[in-house]
T-cell receptor, first 110, second 114 residues
Framework: DAKTTQPPSMDCAEGRAANLPCNHSTISGNEYVYWYRQIHSQGPQYIIHGLKNNETNEMASLIITEDRKSSTLILPHATLRDTAVYYCIVRVNYGQNFVFGPGTRLSVLP | DAGVIQSPRHEVTEMGQEVTLRCKPISGHNSLFWYRQTMMRGLELLIYFNNNVPIDDSGMPEDRFSAKMPNASFSTLKIQPSEPRDSAVYFC????????????FGPGTRLTVT
């Protein structure tokens, strides 16, 4: 049973911010939100994770709503190389493995 | 660091043949994971090891599949006998700790069984 819901696909113009939503309305208090992405013909790559505070790193920002039922991954200035499938995963930090859903296929257009 | 290394990158074999996929994890990582990816089922965890010991093989589809990790720097996933429905991309990943937030994936092995 899926813990997250993501749109199957999105487009974004090159140089603009890409905002990828994820719904996780049944998230538990001890579950974190993780984002991975998979560029065509490569293995998945970790992007970012968070519990309840917003997080930022060199790749992206993660905004988690106050009720933690949804989140948004933000790529501030999308490039063509950001075209990939983006996976939103919910799990406790220790004690579970990652379960990858179908993700969102992001196409960055020139 | 070279990252996770998998071989071969591509494998084409006939139904009934034995297939062995190989993985070298990142040096110093003590957890290793085997995943399978197909269009129909997406990315699925098959088995994972911690300190060379298999911890959870509940994702292994059937007895035709077996995995070993004889030492910290090498693991194999074997399919015997192979069937067309085993055609998929098989990924190996490693991490520092079983439930680390970051797993490092290899480039995958694309297996085609005819």
């Amino acid at each position: 049973d899926a813990k997250t819901t993501q749109p199957p696909s999105m487009d974004c113009a090159e140089g603009r911010a890409a905002n990828l939503p994820c719904n996780h309305s049944t998230i538990s208090g001890n579950e974190y939100v993780y984002w991975y992405r998979q560029i065509h013909s490569q293995g998945p790559q970790y992007i970012i994770h968070g519990l309840k505070n917003n997080e930022t790193n060199e790749m992206a920002s993660l905004i988690i709503t106050e009720d933690r039922k949804s989140s948004t991954l933000i790529l501030p200035h999308a490039t063509l190389r950001d075209t990939a499938v983006y996976y939103c995963i919910v799990r406790v930090n220790y004690g579970q493995n990652f379960v990858f859903g179908p993700g969102t296929r992001l196409s960055v257009l020139p | 660091d070279a990252g996770v290394i998998q071989s071969p990158r591509h494998e084409v074999t006939e139904m009934g043949q034995e297939v062995t996929l190989r993985c070298k994890p990142i040096s110093g990582h003590n957890s290793l994971f085997w995943y399978r990816q197909t269009m129909m089922r997406g990315l699925e965890l098959l088995i994972y090891f911690n300190n060379n010991v298999p911890i959870d093989d509940s994702g292994m589809p059937e007895d035709r599949f077996s995995a070993k990790m004889p030492n910290a720097s090498f693991s194999t996933l074997k399919i015997q006998p192979s069937e067309p429905r085993d055609s998929a991309v098989y990924f190996c990943a490693s991490s520092s700790g079983s439930f680390s937030y970051e797993q490092y994936f290899g480039p995958g092995t694309r297996l085609t069984v005819t």
